[in-house]
């Protein structure tokens, strides 16, 4: 009955939007309707309420629907949604400051004697206004109504014009940033825990072991690696529209004619270039590049995209006055104050200290109270003309919380789905697909395809995409990125804007253009635009590396970058050092040898030991390295015939698990019955001896070949575990005890340099009281402490204080202990100078040698090389099957 249900509820939510029902309220609505009637029938008919539920009950679900109602807003780790208004707001004021206009305008005549050169504007004009407003409605009208009329005038095919105009408005659904990226990564994060909960689950049904190693974990995605992600995508967007345009024109110049420019290329002509297009690129690269630099989160770049429309709505709203650009200016003037006063200046102002740390703040306030009374300047003016602030928060506040009450319902949505089992359905009918991984993902494709000629885009994504992404993410065959499959269903959640018949840009585009073009011809001129997003999709598809590549690269780049000794970097870390071995093999092996070469004589044995391990260490990692390409390769080459027959095997187990699992829940009904109930007895237990059969039917099916297979291929993978574990274990050892001593040696002048103190101690500790005494003795063994090597000292002088504490005023205990440590001390200067001037410079030189390979996990971040080698590595998505 659960499946009755959960058409029930499908059918209410379609009825509901399908009549024009408000979304915010279709969802939650036929939730609790549909709750409300499985709960209803199950009392009258079952005389439980629970009895139509998949599991749990009505008071469950409906709480579980609360509870993430309440995650919306009250998890912390929920923040990326505050970004939403700031977006918003920014595109909304750039859009009513007329500025959409100005670019459309001197875009056109700059491109207009290139043949396709209006429909090129279009586009470029397109991707600008994507990444500075993403209000897709905004930009199709505002294209509609300046650009139409000029490509229907020079003789544009209206097709092709329609089509172009449409196309380039939807590119603020993938150029960040954009809402959707926002609203997906949100919900990919939470997919992420569901898909890492049941890739563990898999691992453990598959291996047997209680815990999966970190390196096979899901990684969540953030708003700021979407925005990378996509970044890329969008570009390719771009270029493959203007390139089809360039194309046609040539093909067709009478469809796409150049238009010449009455005026002049003049001075005039450039400055007016220059300040159309110099504010929203410099926007572009505030808001954009402080995410991509590190130096601002999503919502600290929102922030900053609002604050620098509201000044370009400011000056572009007052134009022609003297004071024009006033506002602008001094914001300029505060951005370079700030910029200079936190590279020259601490600006910590708990940590004053000097006049200089007084001037850097005296410049960091004065750039504050400027930029504060540009906000507040370019505030007022948008205020008093046409009340245009007004309207534009009016409107951030409907768009905004539009978007958050369809999240609100959603949320309920997926509760209820859950409720009556469909998560559950869809997953099985996702993986009994033939094929694999990539026959579910082109199925999802699909249907986000279809459902995008009826229903927006935040439905789509916050309805749709809690379901399948866990499954999609969970699959370690294709060990996909969040990053990936959310840029991909932006991309195919992008054509829910121009798909036929209802296509939201086609309805915006329709409204203001003029009656002499035909709907039919808008539907003919988006086609081809829809071809080439999917074009776009399938090299998305193809290339993963275009999407993860951008992410990957500002984290390891970035100062919160992993450590080297992350699991997840150990992969390509090692093929990275492989390539550098390759290389440069030779230089770092000389060194190696070089350092076997040393005479160790003069360093006490433990430093000579760990000193002459490490060298020997370097050796053994080499040779280690070169095992572990040898296990990887022959994995590999098992892994073609191991993969067919695995994939045979657990299917059959799941299923196995699956008829277990009906079996069990039949022998619990049978041990439960009645007196009253004992006829339905004997056809409970033939249903579950047809479970039983089915098990035995399903064992049967099993190669009989499979238990040697496994034991062959997991003794190959073991094999491959092993030698990369020995070369780690290798390669730290070789950098980490030469380091040691390389401290040791390097401490060498401050260890010198509490000689007189050290010696002035006997005086202390023969005539000082007690108190003195201890205290100047601890100071001195604090100081040892500090200096890399000099434990003995320190141990001998902490025995002198505790004797100080015993001996009361017979000081003869603590006199031989400080003895003791004057001994050490000496011992250590003597072999400490006879060690630098022999081995300090050796060491230092195999330490380098080695430090970007065989030590690259000792240190505490990635080199520049590292790390971009490590991102490209990364970006491609490996099979981590065969480990399942």
Known sequence: MELFFLAVLVLIMAFALGSGYPVAFALPGAAIISIALAAGSG???????????????????????????????????????????????????????????DLLVTMAQLFGPVPGGLGISVVFVGALLAATTGIVGATVVAMGLISLPAMLRNNYSPSLATGTIAASGTLGQIIPPSIVLIILADQLASATDQAGTARKALYKEATGELSMPSVFDVASTSAGEMFLGAFIPGMVLVGLYMLYILIYATIRPSAAPAVRFDGKFDGVFWRNVVLTLVPPLALI?????????????VNQAGAIGAAGALIMGGYRLTEGRASTYLPAIMAIVALVLIGVALTSFDMNIKSIDSAEDEIGIAVGAIAAV???????????????????????????????????????????????????????????????????????????MLVIFILGFFLDFIEIAVVVVPIVAPIL???????????????MIGLNIQTSFLTPPFGFALFYLRGVAPAVVRTVQMYRGVVAFISLQLLALGIMGAVPELVNYLPNRVSFLSDTSPPPRNPKLQFCLEEYVDTRLAEDGGAITAAIARARGLDLSALPKDLAKDLGKGFENAQNAIASLKETVVAGDAVEAASGAYRPELRIVRRLEKEIRKEQEEADVLKTRISRLQEGQLDEKPGLEAEMQAHLDRIDELRGEIPATWTDTYQTFSAL?????KARTSYQRAADNSYEGPAMVLAVLNGNDAFAALESDLRGLRSVIENA????????????????????????????????????????????KALDEYEDAIIEFEAQQSWRGAAASTLKTEVEAYLDAIRDTLGARMQSRLSRDQALFVAACSSSHRDISLNF
């Open 43 to 101: 009392y009258l008919f079952a005389d439980s309420v629970d009895a139509y539920f998949h599991s749990g009950g009505p008071s469950q679900w409906l709480s579980a629907g609360v509870t993430n109602l309440r995650g919306v807003y009250w998890e912390v780790e929920r923040d990326t949604l505050i970004a939403i208004p700031l977006f918003i707001f920014m595109g909304i004021m750039l859009q009513r400051s007329k500025i959409a206009e």
């Open 285 to 297: 690269f505030l808001v954009l590049g402080s995410i991509i630099a590190g130096i601002a989160t």
């Open 370 to 444: 400027l930029l504060v009374i540009s906000l507040g300047w370019s505030g007022w003016r948008v205020l008093k003309i046409d009340r245009t602030l007004q309207s534009v928060m009016l409107e951030t506040a409907k768009t905004t919380s539009l978007v958050f009450i369809i999240l609100l319902g959603a949320a309920m949505l997926t509760a209820a789905f859950r409720a009556f089992g469909g998560e559950e359905l869809v997953r099985e009918f996702l993986n009994s697909l033939p094929g694999g991984f990539w026959t579910q993902f082109v199925i999802v």
């Open 473 to 487: 993410l969970a699959d370690p065959s294709a060990n996909i990125t969040a990053v990936w499959l959310g840029v």
């Open 717 to 721: 993978t073991k094999a491959e575990a």
């Open 769 to 812: 009281s007690e108190k003195d005494a201890t205290t100047a003795v601890q100071e001195i063994e604090r100081a040892f402490r500090e200096v890399e090597g000099a434990d003995e000292v320190r141990k001998a002088l902490g025995k002198a204080r505790r004797g100080l504490k015993k001996s009361g005023t017979d000081r003869t």
